[in-house]
Every structure is written in structure tokens, then in C-alpha cells.
């Protein structure tokens, strides 16, 4: 079932940005992962702004490709980067419905 990797990020020191968006992708592509945007283009429509500096959205064939992503010794020195120029969060969500009324997505 395919997954979704969302990750926000607030960059606090930009250091660790060019290696990390130089690289990153390799890896993810190596689990099947295919970045759908990697956007610093953010408008809110409803409720209040985030704060943060982009937002990332990678397609991957399973939650257990992305977390293989997440966990794989490769990326680990680009994460630990990252987390230390930057405050984030990561989610991993599949392609479910969770109220059932779209036919074309499972049920969720």
C-alpha cells in the first residue's frame, strides 16, 4: 500500500542545507521513494501559518520503505544534520480513506 512521508521543517541554522538536498533523495529513491515536492512555497488556506521553512512530500511504495528510509545508515548523518539546524517533524500516512466515501482510495 503506498505511503506518504510529510516532513516540516523550520531550518535554525542552514549549514547542513546543500549536502542534505544534494543526497537525500538518493537515498529515498534507493527504498522507492519519489519526491513529490520539496517546496519552501507555502500558503495557508485555513487556520493559522506554520512555522516553518518547507515542506516536504515523498511517495513511497509501503510505510515500511519510508521507514527504511528513515532508519537507513546512509541517511543517518544527514538526519542528525538536520536535526541539529532545524526544528521538524516527519509523518508517515498511507493512502486510506478514513471516512470510506472516495471509491477510488481503500477504506481506512
Not at 534507493?30 to 495557508?44: D, P
Not at 532545524?86 to 481506512?108: M, N, Q, R
Amino acid at each position: 500500500m503506498p505511503a506518504y512521508l510529510i516532513a516540516q521543517v523550520k531550518i535554525t541554522d542552514d549549514a547542513w542545507v546543500p549536502d542534505y538536498a544534494a543526497l537525500t533523495h538518493e537515498i529515498a529513491a534507493k527504498h522507492g521513494g519519489r519526491y513529490l515536492s520539496r517546496s519552501a512555497n507555502i500558503e495557508t488556506l485555513e487556520g493559522a501559518a506554520p512555522d516553518t521553512t518547507l515542506i516536504a512530500l515523498i511517495a513511497f511504495p509501503s510505510a515500511e520503505a519510508a521507514r527504511a528510509f528513515a532508519h537507513d545508515p546512509d541517511y543517518a548523518p544527514l538526519a542528525k544534520a538536520r536535526q541539529a539546524g532545524s526544528e521538524g517533524h516527519f509523518w508517515v500516512i498511507d493512502d486510506t480513506d478514513a471516512a470510506g466515501s472516495i471509491p477510488y482510495l481503500p477504506k481506512g
